[in-house]
């Protein structure tokens, strides 16, 4: 399946001049959504994960059902003042400004296998930010999976040699 055909450029989105890569088609669509998370899944291959970790809020669309599928937890990565419980942050740079990520402190063990799940790898800011977090955490992470890549952004190189897989890449 072209995946490429469910995904949709929006113009000056969430600022002028970036293009924003619109997945919703994808997950109306039972047929698509149904081949990307078992194609996703497949990303994995034989890794063994423990849990799956996903970004606030597009990463919590597939990340729980990988996790589900991989035997695995998930834990979500979110925007700050979201999570009620004891929180460590981090603050990062996107494409067009600066953000910042909370994890639970609790939510990550020493020496679990985390595998990283968000919609888009763009410049890198968002899943580099979320690895230092689970890394911080005592986590070890063995993948990052992406539905999309934008390539040109070069968001790979940001991410310390971690195994990168996406679905579909720009």
Not at 116 to 140: F, M, P, S
Not at 145 to 155: A, D, P, Q
């Amino acid at each position: 399946m072209d995946f490429k055909n469910y995904v949709r450029d929006i113009q000056n989105f969430p600022i002028e001049g970036i293009t924003f890569k619109d997945i919703t088609p994808l997950l109306k669509d039972k047929t698509a959504l149904k081949a990307a998370s078992e194609a996703m899944l497949e990303l994995v291959g034989n890794v063994e994960v423990d849990k799956v970790v996903g970004m606030e809020s597009r990463g919590f669309f597939f990340a729980p059902l990988l996790a589900s599928c991989l035997d695995a937890g998930f834990v979500p990565v979110r925007k700050p003042g979201k999570l009620p419980y004891k929180k460590v942050r981090k603050v990062y740079a996107l494409e067009y400004g600066t953000d910042a990520l909370e994890i639970h402190a609790d939510s990550i063990e020493k020496g679990e296998r985390i595998l990283i799940h968000d919609d888009v790898l763009a410049t890198g800011g968002t899943a580099k930010a979320t690895a230092e977090l689970i890394e911080g955490l005592g986590g070890i992470v063995v993948q990052c999976n992406f539905l999309l890549e934008l390539k040109f952004l070069n968001g790979a190189a940001k991410l310390n040699g971690y195994p990168v897989k996406a679905l579909v890449q720009y």
